[in-house]
């Protein structure tokens, strides 16, 4: 079975541009998940979907960044312009209702802003 | 507001060495509990969880762990380690639906 995806896998560019990324949740999931991973901050949950709705996005850090998730099966975060300090991992993860229920994770999109 | 506290950031043993993952969390209602790992330059990986039922957890690569919820922990033990086990692992809690991490406590296992 397929995992989630997510794309592209690794991404350098320069400051000021505009950076998409990319998650194909697990099929049947209705929580979609996007996570940033840096040394300083370790894991922090930026935004969560459900049903292909925002439930909360508190941890978006400021406007540059924004998250849709045009479909059940499709769900993009942009930055937009791009800074050096976005530099870091950035994991969509997927998983059917209910709490407790197991998180899955991609193996991350590590961006690298210069 | 939950939280979780890894209490050392870095832990060493040697090959065969008991493996202890210390993990004190913070949470207003009965918490579910979870320990991921991750190896370089991949994603994180379930290792087990707690949600209802037996306090004592066991799950993949000989690792286990134990809710106790009189001393809020979730400590992940291996009683013996082995190389493979090399990576970083996070505990983490969740009260609705999205997990909360820890910062993580990476192992490093000497032969």
Same mark, same amino acid.
């Given at each position: 079975?397929?995992?989630?995806?997510?794309?592209? /896998?690794?991404?350098?560019?320069? +400051?000021?541009?505009e950076?998409? %990324? /990319?998650?194909k949740?697990?099929?049947?999931?209705?929580? %979609?998940?996007?996570?940033?991973?840096? +040394?300083?901050?370790?894991?922090?949950? %930026?935004?969560?979907?459900?049903?292909?709705?925002?439930?909360?996005? @508190?941890? +978006?850090?400021?406007? /540059?960044?924004?998250?849709? +998730?045009?479909?059940?099966?499709?769900s993009?975060l942009?930055?937009?312009?791009s800074?050096? /300090?976005d530099?870091?991992?950035?994991f969509?993860? @997927?998983?059917?209702?209910?709490?407790?229920?197991?998180?899955?994770? =991609?193996? =991350?999109?590590?961006?690298?802003?210069? | 507001?939950?939280?979780?506290?890894q209490?050392? $950031?870095?832990?060493s043993?040697?090959?065969? *060495?008991?493996?202890? &993952?210390?993990?004190?969390? $913070?949470?207003?209602?009965?918490?579910y509990?979870?320990?991921? !790992?991750?190896?370089?330059?991949?994603?994180?990986?379930? &290792?087990?969880?707690?949600?209802t039922?037996?306090t004592?957890?066991?799950?993949?690569?000989? #690792?286990? *762990?134990? #809710?106790?919820?009189?001393?809020?922990? #979730?400590?992940?033990?291996?009683?013996?380690?082995?190389?493979?086990?090399? *990576?970083?692992?996070?505990?983490? !809690?969740s009260?609705?639906?999205?997990?909360?991490?820890?910062?993580g406590?990476? &192992? $490093? !296992?000497? $032969?």
């Amino acid at each position: 079975d397929a995992g989630v995806i997510q794309s592209p /896998r690794h991404e350098v560019t320069e +400051m000021g541009q505009e950076v998409t %990324l /990319r998650c194909k949740p697990i099929s049947g999931h209705d929580y %979609l998940f996007w996570y940033r991973q840096t +040394m300083m901050r370790g894991l922090e949950l %930026l935004i969560y979907f459900n049903n292909n709705v925002p439930i909360d996005d @508190s941890g +978006m850090p400021e406007d /540059r960044f924004s998250a849709k +998730m045009p479909n059940a099966s499709f769900s993009t975060l942009k930055i937009q312009p791009s800074e050096p /300090r976005d530099s870091a991992v950035y994991f969509c993860a @997927s998983s059917f209702t209910r709490s407790g229920n197991t998180i899955y994770f =991609g193996e =991350g999109s590590w961006l690298t802003v210069v | 507001a939950q939280s979780v506290t890894q209490l050392g $950031s870095h832990v060493s043993v040697s090959e065969g *060495a008991l493996v202890l &993952l210390r993990c004190n969390y $913070s949470s207003s209602v009965p918490p579910y509990l979870f320990w991921y !790992v991750q190896y370089p330059n991949q994603g994180l990986q379930l &290792l087990l969880k707690y949600t209802t039922g037996a306090t004592l957890v066991k799950g993949i690569n000989g #690792f286990e *762990a134990e #809710f106790k919820k009189s001393e809020t922990s #979730f400590h992940l033990t291996k009683p013996s380690a082995h190389m493979s086990d090399a *990576a970083e692992y996070f505990c983490a !809690v969740s009260e609705e639906t999205a997990l909360i991490f820890g910062k993580g406590t990476t &192992l $490093s !296992v000497s $032969s």
